[in-house]
T-cell receptor, first 113, second 114 residues
Framework: DVKVTQSSRYLVKRTGEKVFLECVQD?????MFWYRQDPGLGLRLIYF???????EKGDIPEGYSVSREKKERFSLILESASTNQTSMYLC????????????FGPGTRLTVL | AQKVTQAQTEISVVEKEDVTLDCVYE???????LFWYKQPPSGELVFLIR??????QNEISGRYSWNFQKSTSSFNFTITASQVVDSAVYFC???????????FGKGNQVVVIP
């Protein structure tokens, strides 16, 4: 059973804290993605990576950074969390074939106080 | 550029009614792929179907059916005889050939009332 896992389902942090969200996939996929989901705004792409150590900005990269040191792991970093980063964060992975779908993790609901 | 529009935000239906979710897309590419995902309350997006731009054949899978029409740039999704388990957010998405990124619509919240 193929899987994308995320390190936490729920996370509560304080303003100014550094936050790490981890994502691991076991499908040997080249591509990995971080989205945030907010009511009325749908899914918005923060960053994605198409190979180890490679990354590209998505639509809303401000306030975030990412790290991909190993193929199966993609980390999202909030350097200094702010209340407007309270959201649901979804990780996904896919292979490099355009036809194939992305597989999603269960999501991390982050609350920044 | 790629864009997906799902106009209806929340749709409520009584159990056993049919519900159709509209998806309109924009792309300049001739080769592209369309997807539908379901997001139940648990949060994880579940893949339902994909269609490539050269295959306009409609598809039926149980109570789910999809109508792809290139002439109107639409890829609509119908749930027949809805059930409470169909309550979820449904996303339509578009991926251009050679592009790693998916463009998502804003989603349709479907609420099935028993």
């Amino acid at each position: 059973d193929v899987k994308v896992t995320q390190s936490s389902r729920y996370l509560v942090k304080r303003t100014g804290e550094k936050v790490f969200l981890e994502c691991v996939q076991d499908m040997d996929h080249e591509n990995m993605f971080w989205y945030r989901q907010d009511p009325g705004l749908g899914l918005r792409l923060i960053y994605f990576s198409y190979d180890v150590k490679m990354k590209e900005k998505g639509d809303i990269p401000e306030g975030y950074s990412v790290s991909r040191e190993k193929k199966e792991r993609f980390s999202l970093i909030l350097e200094s969390a702010s209340t407007n980063q309270t959201s649901m964060y979804l990780c996904a992975s896919s292979d490099s074939i355009s036809y194939n779908e992305q597989f999603f993790g269960p999501g991390t609901r982050l609350t920044v106080l | 550029a790629q864009k997906v529009t799902q106009a209806q935000t929340e749709i409520s239906v009584v159990e056993k009614e049919d519900v159709t979710l509209d998806c309109v897309y924009e792309t300049r590419d001739t080769t592209y792929y369309l997807f539908w995902y379901k997001q139940p309350p648990s949060g994880e997006l579940v893949f339902l179907i994909r269609r490539n731009s050269f295959d306009e054949q409609n598809e039926i899978s149980g109570r789910y059916s999809w109508n792809f029409q290139k002439s109107t740039s639409s890829f609509n999704f119908t749930i027949t005889a809805s059930q409470v388990v169909d309550s979820a957010v449904y996303f339509c998405a578009l991926r251009n050939y050679g592009n790693n990124r998916l463009a998502f619509g804003k989603g349709n919240q479907v609420v099935v009332i028993p």
